[in-house]
T-cell receptor, first 114, second 109 residues
């Protein structure tokens, strides 16, 4: 089974803190994605990566950055956390060109910024 | 830009059929998907349909695609309490999927 592991299920951070959300996959898939999920807004794409050291902005990149130094790991960074970044964060992976099987998702990290 | 819309809530009685609807704007979509999210979990792929198909059936699930109207639906026959979840439709014509807002299905006895 494909595994997508997000390091924390729940996180509570203070306003202004630097926050790292980690996503690790064990299937050697090229594409990795970070979404945030908010009630009534669905999933919104923050950043994605097609390969190591490559990154592309999604629809809502402001306030976030990413790092992909190794193929299996895609990190989402909140440079200075704010309360409006309280959300559920979901990581997803996709083998390049294999849209038949869709994304595989991690279990999500629920982040609360106080 | 691309947009995918769903109604936010649906409530059905156990044993009835549920129909969850979705509209999308991108006429070049090649794959359309239905995902299920149970409480506290990530999204799980339920089924997909290729854009040159009208219908796909998989046990209790039936997907209908009206490409002319850009309308996708998911029918769940004999809905059970375990079907209570949020259902997302998604479309793609690249490796980037565009998701709808999600429909929360509540099944009551």
């Amino acid at each position: 089974d494909v595994k997508v592991t997000q390091s924390s299920r729940y996180l509570v951070k203070r306003t202004g803190e630097k926050v790292f959300l980690e996503c690790v996959q064990d299937m050697d898939h090229e594409n990795m994605f970070w979404y945030r999920q908010d009630p009534g807004l669905g999933l919104r794409l923050i950043y994605f990566s097609y390969d190591v050291k490559m990154k592309e902005k999604g629809d809502i990149p402001e306030g976030y950055s990413v790092s992909r130094e190794k193929k299996e790991r895609f990190s989402l960074i909140l440079e200075s956390a704010s309360t409006n970044q309280t959300s559920m964060y979901l990581c997803a992976i996709l083998r390049r060109g294999d849209r038949l099987n869709g994304y595989t998702f991690g279990s999500g990290t629920r982040l609360t910024v106080v | 830009g691309e947009d995918v819309e769903q109604s936010l809530f649906l409530s059905v009685r156990e044993g009835d059929s549920s129909v969850i609807n979705c509209t999308y704007t991108d006429s070049s979509s090649t794959y359309l998907y239905w995902y299920k999210q149970e409480p506290g979990a990530g999204l799980q792929l339920l089924t997909y349909i290729f854009s040159n198909m009208d219908m796909k059936q998989d046990q209790r699930l039936t997907v209908l695609l009206n490409k002319k109207d850009k309308h996708l639906s998911l029918r769940i026959a004999d809905t059970q309490t375990g079907d209570s979840a949020i259902y997302f439709c998604a479309e793609s014509h690249t490796d980037k999927l565009i998701f709808g807002t999600g429909t929360r299905l509540q099944v009551f006895p």
